[in-house]
């Protein structure tokens, strides 16, 4: 059979149906995705030694014969071994296979097999631990290179190399250029086919460099390409035109002057605005820095100019707050506010609606529920998202749908991103930073604490509580089993490997935590618990009693993250400090110092390694997001900073966004290069280009966002 790029796996040599539906679960469906598969490491199977000269603890492949069957031993439930005594013609060994009791029928007494593994002990007493292996005479994987791959149960990494192995020989060849031959030039990057065939089977450390060196430009050159298309996009649309109006107006409605950083955005808004192509900026502000005005100011333009606005919040609380907190403010310039959350039903609900579609309502505050198809306005002209990393090209559509044109874009965000990830991230918005807090704002306290204090720190809890404050208590988890804190965000490693076990492993998890506190601790206080595994009804419930000063001690975990503004709570304390990140930390420090009470933020924490509790001292020392940003960029590189999924970006094959900046900065000036002179990369030479751009939109149609 001829292989071709587009021939399913299910006809390859030794795939069943059971095989096939495994490898799916992968995404690999036709010898094409398998090519763009990814290796997540290699292994080095170049050396063969003989057994006498096999370093120790080095892994090398070892060609020896089965000396003697294999002897299966049941140690314990769940535990069994099977020996295998191997000899070339310089020595013997013992081999160890744990719970791998197949490998009694595998490997047959008498015939050569190709091990590889690391060789321990000396002449007496060599043994091997469950090395891999292969016939010797129809070894496919010794003496090179040999991939492997992320995998899945039911596909081992010798069927999917082998697969691999098989399609590069028979297709590599096949695979399209989508570079333009001036690009890999002025580049130095091999073409596709050597990458393809190098990035699976690399010859050397030098070709596999290579290889990913023009694959991870690829990437992102094709990235460049797509949001630059997307740009120009909505350059060519018509949007909104709205009139200029004098910020002193504006600001004459508000209790408080701006700041100098929200008159700037604000008169950036302005700009794009009237201009008549439609807005999509990104307003960045650390927390508290006053990015609701810049939504107001938004609103207020819109409602002059006789068009609507819709303010999307994430929750229903913060949609809620942000009604309560607008409408003093704007009513009086005639702006008719609207909330729609899904607590508002009924006839209520109605009304809503039908007030939105004959155009009554300037500003509908609310949650997403606002993109829903019962929503129709008279004539939308402005959607503001608030803390809301996932406004993509999808969302963008539904509401261009329901304005009949595309609407502005205001997207906020109180996640710090480093200029050089925004670069790409946000390579489709254009970007505002609020980089001044209102003045007269007392910073929080910072302290990192050990077990030792724990004591004291509850001591503190009462103490604050008894003043009239109210205290928010974070875990990493929701029950003691999980392992991984819930929610988008990762807790991840520190920089120091896989998070330390807990001191006390009832403390990493809020359900019991909150249960101790309230019974052992504080049986006078009033003891909350909120996290993410609860109904949003529930979750909303317990932030709305918090919020109305019911609860004094909200025990929860990240859900608490965004937005919400309590200003009685005045201490925020962070249990097993060190399994978050940096700007995570920072971010629920920002749930604090909202009143005029002094706030305190205690990072609690029972590692006992020096650099863990360095890094979280960054915290002690700055309130400024973006420098903490950049610190946690630099010790977790940006899969850790932002959470897997939080930031919208497409899944990238290859390419590590912070590691691969150089690489990135040229990507992006070839793309604008080829972008001048072919817009639409209309040319057919740039077919196969057009064709990535488009398969990477359509795999990824939330990450423009
Ligand atoms: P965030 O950027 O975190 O969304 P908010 O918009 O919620 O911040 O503002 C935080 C607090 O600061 C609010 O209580 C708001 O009324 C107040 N605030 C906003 N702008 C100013 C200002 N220029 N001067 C004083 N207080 C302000
Ligand atoms: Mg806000």
Redesign the pocket.
Known sequence: MTLRLSTGVGELPGVGPARKRSLEKLGLRTVGDLLSYYPRSYEDRRRTVKLCQAPEGIPVCIRAMVAQPPRLSRIRKGLTLTKVRIADDTGAATVTFFNQDYIRDALRTGEDYVFYGAVEGSAGSRSMTNPAFERAECSRFTGRILPVYPLTKGVSNNLLAGLTLRCVEACADETPESLPPEVLRDNGLCGAACACRSVHFPESETALEQARRRLIFEELFTLTCGLALLRTRREQAAGAAFRRAPLAEFEALLP????GA?RRVMEEVAADTASGAPMNRLVQ?D???????VAAFGAWLAARSGFQCALMAPTELLAEQHFR?LEPLLAPAGVRLGLLTGSVKGTARKGVYAALERGEIDLVVGTHALLSEAVAFANLGLAVADEQHRFGVAQRAALAAKAGRTPHVLV?S?TPIPRTLALIIYGDLDVSV?DQL??GRTPVETYVVGEDKRQRMYGFVRRLVGEGRQAYLVCPAVEETQERAEDTRPPAAGPDGPPEAAPSAALTAAVPYAQYLQNEVFPDLRVGLVHGRMKSRDKEGVMRAFAAGEIDVLVSTTVIEV?V?VPNAALMVVENAERFGLSQLHQLR?RVG?GKHQSYCVLVTGTQHPESRERLRVLSKTADGFKIAEEDLKLRGPGDFFGQRQHGLPQLGIADLAGDVRLLKQAQQAAEELLRSDPGLQRPEHGALLARVRRLFAENPDMFN
């Not at 408080?256 to 700041?259: A, D, E, K, R, V």
């Not at 927390?287 to 005005?293: A, I």
Request: proline share 13%; aromatic share 4%; charged share 15%.
């Open positions: 408080f002057p701006l700041t929200q502000g927390v508290g820095s006053g990015k609701t005005m907190s906020m109180a609020i209102p003045p937005g503004d920002g909202r």
